[in-house]
């Protein structure tokens, strides 16, 4: 027998120079080569073929599919647009005895979804040598058979088709028997031993003969068995059977023992020579345990599982013998009807993971291919999918589906959709079944930071240190990851001029705000800035807010004393006249603070006096009036220290001199100068006599006023002084606001100095009535804390961030 191996290899070589394309139609191709080629071999140019660009084939995803199969028999090179063989390929275990073998297979390409059918046309090599059912043909002769007799034999079986099946027999020569083959209608051999010479049991009872087969191929194959002759009596009658040919029909998965047909044939003979068995012969290999034949009842019955998708009909050689080996042939016909037992299978072609939010409704995100092994109504599959999720299937080309978005998707809302795919056969009754598809929304940066509060107010006390933290401010962003991560800035501005980053600064991580440095309330009570919250995304978003800050006072300031302000080493002096009544307004003691609230309530106190008891000081006014009349016997020089205390914790105090003559006249005054400050008495003197000319001239005018003030003392002897004193604006300092009964100028007292030449040195004042508007001398000052509500609340004027 030839060497298999080199008989495969040589076929090989001789098909691989003859492989060439059938033909290219709507969009199909078809491919002709032998079978069991090596993998990796060539088997066409299938882009070009197609007309497919090679470098797209990666970028759409080219594949093939085998429809009803698992096994890959062909593979597409991407970078070449080859067609390939990935597994070995049989014919005879494809196609069995079938005279064209055709492979369907599917390219699929994505995005566009393409699909194109490809046909395999696969041709037989001589890989199989001629087979005898049996190594040794038994037969039992009867010497009385005449010469021409014909005795039927089996069959060689060679699994190749058309030159490379059986061609020949050759019969070992022999004396007695020829060896005629032929071919009949319908397709069926015919091998038969012809008795040439009649038989002599007598002289030889048993004969063996070699018969060998030989198929058509190149190199050719063969196959031999021994003919083993028993010489008989006579038995001139072959069993013959009632049908030349049986055909039968049952569904698949018929269970085992089920009978299919039941064969009979007669034998004319009588006794032994009449008694029949029967036979299966040339049955495949694979369908060898499918059916069992009774040798007595004829009785074929299903000995194994029948599967449509496997094998949809059956042909087998019945043989009927009698018992000297006469025997007779019929072929029995089983078609095989499909039942709906295989559920349709859903396979994941291609998807898309993750989809990100913005992806329009319509967009395709998957594809999907269902197969049913069943066939005509059984394989009519439709598929469905969940309500509750924003995605439908649309029917594509063949067997394949679309998964599509049917609406806007959001990952704030829903990040993950778990969706269940099913599909559902026609049969009856209909089988189905599903496929979970998990698919995630990815994140795109469509949500701006939002703050958890519209604006944000910040408490700080004065002289805080730098650094400290004023307030947090809280933004959050749905989205993802960097595109959920907030970052806080300051927006650029001026606070009094000066950049606000010179003012505070905010941490970018968490937004805590803090002071850069000390903050001062007298230099302003509040403002704003506005702060920034922005994502990491592509692009990035962001919002602000506003933080407005507000500055609460600390008693850090002392009380300023305005009137009696000395200026350099001058002093001021006023007159107080002799004939003064207690209770009468003789100076007043004018001072501020720089601070607000309590802190700027300022209270007056007599620390010191020439005489202890002849003047007294408003507590809240700073008014200083004569406790009692004034006497003869007083000093004419009084000196009083007054100290200025603010309403703070801990309490600030300022104190300053006040200076007062007891006089109706300059000219009563000869130790004026004892009161001067340590200057030179030289430049003192000279302004005393200045002082005293000027004076004397409008003596008589100024006894006048005097009269005329005491005049009206005696008219109102228990008032508090009625006039005012009135401080030039160069007392004032700048940005002093006025504040009713916290110790700054009221406008119901007017002030008028009346200075001597060289006021540098020395200061005299003269007072008059203005108005009747005074002030009870047991008023003191009542505020409630309802005039302070609003202390933090009003924001006019404060400065902003913009």
């Not at 005279?99 to 046309?121: F, G, I, Q, T, Y």
């Not at 006096?609 to 408003?618: K, M, Q, R, W």
Request: glycine content about 6%; overall charge negative; charged content about 25%.
């Amino acid at each position: 027998m030839p060497n298999k191996g080199m008989q495969h290899a040589g076929h090989v070589l001789r098909w691989a120079l003859v492989l060439s394309t059938l033909h290219v139609a709507y969009g199909d191709v078809s491919y002709s080569f032998p079978e069991e080629m090596k993998r990796g071999t060539v088997i066409g140019n299938i882009a070009k073929d197609l007309g497919l660009e090679v470098g797209r084939l990666s970028a759409r995803k080219a594949r093939i599919d085998t429809e009803g199969d698992t096994r890959r028999y062909c593979d597409i090179n991407l970078s070449k647009g080859d067609l390939t063989v990935a597994e070995r390929i049989d014919r005879e275990a494809l196609c069995g005895k079938k005279a064209s073998c055709v492979l369907k297979l599917d390219l699929v390409l994505e995005n566009p979804l393409e699909l194109h059918r490809v046909s395999l046309h696969i041709q037989d090599i001589n890989d199989n040598p001629p087979l005898f059912t049996k190594d040794v043909i038994k037969m039992e002769i009867h010497e009385s058979k005449a010469k021409g007799a014909r005795f039927s034999l089996d069959e060689a079986r060679d699994a190749d088709i058309g030159e490379n099946a059986v061609k020949e027999y050759i019969l070992q020569n022999n004396d007695h028997f020829l060896f005629h083959f032929e071919t009949k209608s319908g397709g069926r051999k015919s091998c038969e031993l012809v008795l040439e010479k009649e038989l002599d049991r007598e002289i030889e009872q048993e004969i063996s003969l070699i018969l060998t087969a030989l198929d058509g191929g190149a190199p050719q194959r063969s196959g031999t068995v021994v003919i083993h002759v028993t010489v008989l009596d006579a038995n001139d009658n072959a069993p013959v059977f009632s049908q030349a040919a049986y055909k039968a029909s049952l569904p698949e998965n018929s269970p085992l023992g089920t009978t299919v047909i039941t064969v009979s044939a007669t034998d004319a003979d009588e006794g032994d020579y009449g008694e029949v068995t029967y036979e299966l012969n040339h049955v495949l290999d694979k369908n060898r345990h499918a059916f069992s034949l009774d040798q007595k009842a004829g009785e074929v019955k299903v000995n194994g599982p029948l599967d449509f998708e496997e094998e949809s009909s059956y042909e087998i050689q019945l043989s009927a013998k009698d018992r000297l080996g006469l025997a007779s042939y019929s072929t029995l016909t089983i078609e095989i009807t499909d039942v709906n037992d295989n559920s349709p299978v859903i396979f994941l072609k291609s998807l898309t993971n993750a989809i990100p939010e913005n992806t329009p409704p319509g967009t395709e995100v998957g594809i999907i291919n269902v197969q049913d092994r069943d066939s005509e109504i059984n394989k009519q599959v439709h598929c469905s999918i969940q309500q509750n999720a924003p995605f439908k299937l649309v029917p594509s080309i063949k067997n394949y589906y679309s998964l599509v978005t049917t609406a806007e998707l959001d990952r704030e809302l829903v990040s993950d959709y778990n969706i269940t795919i099913t599909a559902t056969d026609e049969g009856s009754p209909p089988l189905s079944s599903s496929k979970s598809v998990h698919l995630s929304v990815a994140d795109v940066n469509d949500n701006p930071p939002v703050f958890e509060e519209q604006s944000y107010n910040a408490y700080v006390t004065e002289n805080n240190k730098p650094g400290s933290t004023l307030c947090s401010v809280s933004a959050l962003d749905p989205d993802w990851r960097q595109n959920g991560t907030v970052i806080y800035s300051l927006l650029s501005g001026e606070v009094n001029g000066a950049p606000v980053s010179s003012y505070l600064s905010v941490n970018g991580d968490t937004g805590l705000i803090h002071a850069v440095r000390s903050l001062d309330y007298e230099q302003f009570r509040s403002f704003k800035v506005h702060v920034m919250a922005r994502d990491n995304g592509s692009p990035p978003l962001s919002s602000n807010v506003t933080v407005s800050v507000f500055i609460t006072d600390v008693n850090d300031n002392c009380p300023q004393i305005l009137y009696p302000a000395p200026e350099g080493h001058s002093f001021m002096t006023e007159l107080v006249p002799k004939a003064a009544h207690a209770g009468s307004l003789v100076s007043k003691v004018i001072a501020v603070d720089a601070d607000s609230g309590q802190n700027a309530w300022l209270s007056y106190h007599i620390v010191k006096s020439t005489d202890p008891g002849l003047f007294t000081i408003s507590l809240h006014s700073g008014e200083i009036r004569t406790q009692r009349d004034i006497s003869e016997s007083d000093n004419m020089k009084q000196n009083l220290i007054v100290a200025v205390k603010d309403n703070g914790q801990p309490s600030l105090s300022a104190t300053c001199s006040m200076y007062l003559l007891i006089s109706d006249n300059l000219a009563e005054v000869p130790e004026l100068k004892d009161m001067s400050y340590d200057e030179t008495n030289s430049k003192l003197t000279s302004y005393l006599i200045i002082a005293l000319v000027s004076v004397s001239t409008f003596f008589l005018t100024f006894i006048i006023v005097i009269l005329g003030v005491r005049f009206c003392r005696r008219r109102k002897p228990r008032l508090l002084f009625d006039g005012a004193v009135a401080i030039p604006s160069a007392y004032l300092p700048p940005n002093y606001a006025e504040v009713d009964g916290t110790g700054t100028l009221r406008s119901t007292y007017n002030y008028d100095a009346y200075l001597t030449t060289g006021s540098r040195t020395s200061d005299f004042k003269f007072v008059r009535s203005y108005n009747d508007n005074t002030l009870p001398a047991d008023q003191t000052l009542k505020k409630s804390p309802t005039d302070f509500a609003e202390l933090f609340g009003d924001n006019n004027g404060s400065p902003e961030v913009g």
